[in-house]
T-cell receptor, first 113, second 113 residues
């Protein structure tokens, strides 16, 4: 029972390069989320999805795009990486019930130089 | 502005001792309050989730309290162990169609011999 799996775990990008972060969950959860965690700040929501084929913007969506073509996968894309996108990225999933907990992946540490 | 503030920022205690972490929030409308444990280099893991009507919830040596009137919560750790060394994050969820999580910045706990 893997839960939420994120790949890659680490990545270094040059400014202007693009990449896709992959998130997969095996719990049949409807909802999936992408967060970023920066020093001294709480986790901030980038984008989220309430079901296959749907996506929505969170608090800090600029510079990112997402897709959810399959229920179990949620992809986060950086079209043209900037140093301000250096962060740790976490994917999470949850069932649709309001008091259901979130299951987080182990994170992707991204450095943009 | 919806905020979640935690104190102290960091804490060092001896193994076997108890400690209490604090969380104050201004988030509304309130749905539930969550405590997460985040080990270094890992994603957050849920400890407790409390709704408006719950004022105490335990998970092993972890006991969370909630005072929805004063908008305060605490996490008490009993008989600390070295494995309790982690960041503890308080999170408040709002209700409604725009339901979202607001994360605190966490308390960094170090348990030493």
């Amino acid at each position: 029972n893997a839960g939420v799996t994120q790949t890659p775990k680490f990545r270094v990008l040059k400014t202007g390069q693009s990449m896709t972060l992959l998130c997969a969950q095996d719990m049949n959860h409807e909802y999936m989320y992408w967060y970023r965690q920066d020093p001294g700040m709480g986790l901030r929501l980038i984008h989220y999805s309430v079901g296959e084929g749907t996506t929505a913007k969170g608090e800090v969506p600029d510079g990112y795009n997402v897709s959810r073509l399959k229920k179990q996968n949620f992809l986060l894309g950086l079209e043209s990486a900037a140093p301000s996108q250096t962060s740790v990225y976490f994917c999470a999933s949850s069932a649709s019930q309001p008091n259901y907990g979130y299951t987080f992946g182990s994170g992707t540490r991204l450095t943009v130089v | 502005k919806n905020q979640v503030e935690q104190s102290p920022q960091s804490l060092i205690i001896l193994e076997g001792k108890n400690c209490t972490l604090q969380c104050n929030y201004t988030v509304s409308p309130f749905s539930n309050l969550r405590w997460y444990k985040q080990d270094t280099g890992r994603g957050p893991v849920s400890l407790t989730i409390m709704t408006f009507s719950e004022n105490t919830k335990s998970n092993g040596r972890y006991t969370a309290t909630l005072d929805a009137d004063t908008k305060q919560s605490s996490l008490h750790i009993t008989a600390s162990q070295l494995s309790d060394s982690a960041s503890y994050i308080c999170v408040v969820k709002t209700t409604g169609t725009a339901s979202k999580l607001t994360f605190g910045t966490g308390t960094r706990l170090q348990v030493t011999l």
